[in-house]
């Protein structure tokens, strides 16, 4: 691939299928696209109402009818349109979209389009990992199958030592058990992993927890796929990876995606098409709409100035907690744009203060063009949540990172990026103005803040050359288009 050639006149057909959340729609959204570019044919199923949010976006529909090859389908999630779609209606959406999905999906399958418009049929599947339907389906219609896997690789391999957690008695958490103690079992002896880095769902009082034996049962269903497809790199957790190696019967890292996306668009010269229709042609995946202003408000702000604040699509923030993050971002002293989602604080509106003292020093949007806002010459450091994607956006963007994680991989994302990268500071497990504000000053223009600004920049230069020819993402795309090819 990467020559531009076509093949999509082959019987090659991936349908590619999220999970439906925003941070499982991007990558794999990027992986169609990538496949497309490539030559492959590919169908991207999408729930009724993510799909229409997708489009709902300027530009975005045009660019994905320009991919060739590449067409959008979309199936009920089983919920009513107005019933809310966050992270605490988790395990409802995975129930719903359980009872719904399959009969849908396996028609999508036998037929090549349950709406029989001429597409040859399906001859290969990429699933989120979390959808434990799409393998049994697969399996009973023979149809060949792999995983892509939307976390870190280090959260995926944590799940993997869930038995070795339990046997060694890490888990379950007990009371009053030490949170720092070092956690041998998952990366070795050495390991820089403590207890309170492990994904939030280990730290279950309970040894019957259903999310936890979920999690095992998704671990386990891995050797049941073709191979595991990871938004991961090499570079970044290499350590990681080799342990993954031999447990699954390949694992394919091609991350950062969006990265991957736009070195396939320079080398099959699919660069700036435009939308057509004088719409502009647009990168984003988002499911809200993309407040532009902000990037106006960023264009007036000196190099470095700024703090980009944002906790993805799904984390819910109580009052104190936006309290003590706001205090802690004013009395820094630093201007901040903020993302605070309408549907992101769980007890109440934006408290008076916050909407009160916006002007002065912060811009606040309720969706931004994040890898856009990360690209900019005016952000100086990323407050994060530590979701993977935008983990991965900062690490290409070279931006260095305050994480505050809250739930699952982010806990062990953060420590990644205090320990191992050392593009940030870790402040899991604080509800503190004063931790915040330190940790931002620490970033903008502490001691360390010069040595974490030169490792980002290192990780963003290696992070790009992984996705060139030649690179290790962009062969192991190449190995992924040649098993995918070689499956049926
Ligand atoms: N092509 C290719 N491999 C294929 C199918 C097509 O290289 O598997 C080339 C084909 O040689 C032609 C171009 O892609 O130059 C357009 O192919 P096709 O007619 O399938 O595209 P259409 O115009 O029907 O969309
Ligand atoms: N995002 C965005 N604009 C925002 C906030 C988030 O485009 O204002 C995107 C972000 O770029 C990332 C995704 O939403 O691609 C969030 O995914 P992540 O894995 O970081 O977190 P999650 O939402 O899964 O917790």
């Known amino acids: 691939m990467g020559s531009g050639q076509k093949t999509w006149g082959t019987p090659h057909h991936v349908l590619i299928f999220p999970f439906p959340f925003q941070g499982h729609i991007t990558p794999m959204l990027k992986l169609a696209e990538v496949l497309s570019l490539s030559g492959i044919r590919v169908t991207f199923l999408n729930t009724h109402h993510n799909h229409r949010r997708l489009l709902s976006s300027p530009g975005v529909g045009a660019r994905l009818a320009s991919r060739p090859g590449l067409r959008l389908r979309s199936i009920p999630d089983g919920l009513p349109e107005d019933n809310p779609r966050g992270l605490t209606e988790a395990t409802e959406i995975i129930a719903a979209f359980d009872a719904t999905a399959p009969p849908l999906y396996r028609d999508l399958l036998s037929s090549g389009g349950a709406d029989h418009d001429g597409a040859p049929p399906v001859t290969c599947v990429v699933a989120d990992g979390l959808l434990r339907f799409a393998v049994d389906v697969a399996e009973e219609m023979g149809v060949p199958i ?41 990366l070795g002896t050495e390991s820089f992993l403590r207890r309170r880095d492990l994904p939030s769902f280990c730290r279950t009082k309970d040894s019957d927890d259903p999310n936890i034996r979920f999690l095992m049962d998704l671990t386990e269903n891995s050797t049941r796929y073709r ?100 205090h802690g971002l004013v009395n820094s002293g630093y201007h901040f744009l903020w993302v605070v989602r309408p549907d992101m604080i769980v007890d109440g509106g934006v408290p008076a203060v916050v909407a009160a003292g916006r002007e002065e020093r912060g811009f606040l949007a309720e969706w931004a063009p994040q890898q856009e806002v990360l690209g900019h010459p005016a952000v100086g450091c990323f407050l994060t949540h530590s979701g993977w994607n935008s983990t991965l956006e900062g690490m290409w963007a070279g931006v260095p990172m305050v994480c505050w994680p809250f739930v699952s991989d982010q806990l062990i994302t953060s420590r990644f990026v205090s320990e191992v990268w050392r593009i940030g500071v870790d402040i899991k497990d604080t509800c503190d103005r004063a931790v915040v504000e330190k940790a931002v000053r620490e970033v903008m223009a502490g001691e360390r803040s010069a040595q974490m600004r030169a490792a980002a920049a290192s990780i963003s230069k290696t992070a790009r050359e992984s996705v060139e020819v030649g690179g290790s993402a962009f062969k192991n795309l190449e190995r992924l288009i040649r098993d995918i090819i070689k499956s049926i």
């Open 227 to 326: 191979g595991v497809v990871f938004n991961s790199a090499e570079f970044a957790e290499s350590i990681v990876l080799s342990h993954i190696r031999g447990k699954v019967r390949s694992t394919y890292p091609i991350g950062p995606l969006h990265g991957l996306l736009q070195a396939v668009e320079h080398s099959t010269g699919a660069v700036g098409d435009g939308g057509g229709d004088g719409i502009p042609s647009s990168d984003s995946t988002s499911l809200w709409q993309e407040d532009r202003a902000c990037m106006e408000w960023l264009d007036a702000r000196p190099t470095a100035s700024v703090v980009y604040v944002s906790f993805g699509s799904v984390v819910p923030l109580g009052k104190e907690q936006l309290l003590e993050l706001w």
């Open 146 to 186: 792999f995983a892509f896997r939307t976390c870190s690789s280090s959260s995926f391999w944590a799940f993997h030592c869930i038995p070795k957690l339990i046997e060694t008695g890490v888990m379950p958490f007990q009371d009053g058990c030490d949170l720092d103690e070092p956690v041998a079992c998952v």
